[in-house]
């Protein structure tokens, strides 16, 4: 069967056009490029961590006792596996870029011979294997190199990505509309949307400190439409929601959506609550760790994960009235740690601890 010129001639072009990519990322991948870059940035990454950690504990997180210790180990570890990956790259990439040499040839060659397809074809089939090998060399150098600090790299990502969102909620929390108590830190934040039955379903913001639940509600409103659009809109950011986790009574996680991928939590709260239950659309975070955090709020377990000791003093529960001074009506709710006054809720004198 007689093959057709033109194509032929376009088999040919686009042959030699895989074949300069595949040589062009050579030129790169030869030098082991990437690997270094990923050296590179993870001792960029790692020379932060320490300065990351003191921004924050300055910002007012108090827990994560842990970081310390992770941290220091972190920055006392890696010289070692950088200095060994280095010494890898340096030796390797030299004989790697000394096979990318001929194959430029042979690419040269197949360029100026294009016109002749058959033989230029010949050519690109003869450059193919060493450009093959070559390939399969540089991936062998990669993945060894890499293996002497994936591990390390893994626990430093996941150290780093906690950093991170400890970061986000501290900026949520300076930004809050509630002031903390004394001795009180945020310990989870989440993006919510408060769910009243489709009736002005809130969006913000879900906290869980070590004292209290709490919902504030951030979000833009349309105050002007033009044609269903809107054309000027305003920014809502208030409290919407303050309990005591002495008041929760319990919470339960909810998957729902059409594939069960919405994480969604129904918190229980006691009659002295503003509200007897409250429903909440997690986005970005698992319900079912949510469910555990506050089980975990309730029974005082994040005391064992304070970095920064809560000052004496400032734990009046149990020296608190448990009566109006004024009116003598009973004290319901709860005294928190850090509360420094009760409010009376029939006759709404302040009764002041300590």
């Known amino acids: 069967m007689t093959t057709d010129p033109t194509q032929a001639a376009a088999a040919l072009t686009t042959k030699i056009n895989d074949l300069d990519r595949r040589i062009t990322a050579l030129q790169s991948d030869a030098r082991l490029a990437d690997v270094q870059d990923e050296v590179e940035n993870l001792d960029t990454a790692i020379g932060k961590l320490k300065a990351r950690l003191s921004e924050i504990r300055a910002l007012g997180y108090v827990f994560g006792r842990d970081l310390d210790d992770k941290i220091a180990a972190t920055v006392r570890q890696w010289p070692a596996l950088r200095s060994g990956a280095k010494a890898q790259i340096a030796k390797q990439a030299p004989d790697l870029q000394s096979g990318l040499k001929p194959l430029e040839v042979k690419l040269a060659n ?25 390939e399969a060399r540089v991936t062998a150098a990669q ?21 991170t969102e400890i970061e986000r909620m501290v900026e949520w929390t300076r ?17 919510a949307k408060w769910d009243r039955d489709g009736k002005d379903d809130p969006k913000g913001r879900l906290f869980l400190t070590d004292q209290r639940v709490l ?64 429903h909440f659309h997690l986005d970005g975070q698992d319900n079912k760790l949510w469910v555990t955090l506050i089980e975990r709020a309730k029974t005082g377990e994040f005391d064992k994960e304070r970095a920064v000791k809560v000052e004496p003093g400032v734990d009046h529960s149990a020296t608190a009235p448990t009566k109006c001074p004024s009116c003598g009506a009973n004290f319901t ?22």
């Open 175 to 191: 930004d809050a509309k509630f002031t903390l108590l004394a001795g009180e830190g945020v310990y989870a934040a989440v993006a």
């Open 215 to 278: 919902f504030e509600r951030r979000e833009e409103i349309a105050t002007k439409k033009f044609l269903f659009v809107a054309t000027e809109k305003e920014l809502v950011h208030e409290l919407l929601l303050e309990v005591p986790v002495r008041e929760v009574e319990g919470s339960v996680a909810n998957d729902r959506g059409l594939f069960g991928n919405e994480d969604h939590i129904d918190v229980a709260f006691s009659h002295e609550a503003p509200v007897r239950a409250a």
């Open 333 to 354: 709710r709860p005294v928190m740690r850090g509360q420094t006054e009760i409010k009376c809720e029939f006759c709404g004198s302040i009764a002041r601890l300590g």
């Open 110 to 134: 197949v360029k100026r011979r294009q016109a002749q397809v058959a033989e230029a074809t010949r050519l690109v089939g003869d450059a193919l294997p060493g450009v093959e090998n070559l």
């Open 143 to 163: 993945a060894a190199i890499r293996g002497t600090f994936d591990a390390f790299k893994r626990d430093a990502d996941q150290l780093a990505a906690r950093l």
